[in-house]
C-alpha cells in the first residue's frame, strides 16, 4: 500500500518553531488535494493548511499568520513550517490527500509538543 509519512514532529518551548515534512508519491500528490490536520488533546481532527490541486494553499482561521504550507514536487516533499508556537498547538499533525472521486491517504502523524 503507498504511504504518506510525516516527520518534524518534537518537543519545543513555547515560542519556538518546528518545520513538519510529508513525504508523499508523486501518484497521490499529483492529482489530490494535500495539506495537513491535526488532533489536539480532547478534541477531533481538523484542518490546519492544505494545497489544492491548483497548487494555491489555503489556511484555516486560527493558524493567524504563525503557519506557512510548502512543496517541493522534485522531492515528493510537503512541508508545515510553524513558528511562534503556542501550548494549544500540543497533538498529533497528520497529512492526507484527497480529492472528491479519489481515495483519501492519510500518514500516522508526528508528534508536536509545546511546552509553557
Known sequence: QVQLEESGGGLVQAGGSLRLSCAAPRSIASNRDIG?????????RELVAYFTTGDIANYEKFVK??????RDDSQNMV??????LKPEDT????????????????GQ????????
Open 109 to 116: 502523524g508526528t508528534q508536536v509538543i509545546v511546552s509553557s
Open 36 to 44: 495537513w490536520y491535526r488532533r489536539l488533546v480532547g478534541k477531533q
Open 65 to 70: 499568520g504563525r503557519f506557512t504550507i510548502s
Open 91 to 106: 497533538g498529533i499533525y497528520y497529512c492526507r490527500a484527497w480529492g472528491a472521486y479519489v481515495k483519501d491517504y492519510w
Open 79 to 84: 512541508y508545515l513550517q510553524m513558528t511562534d
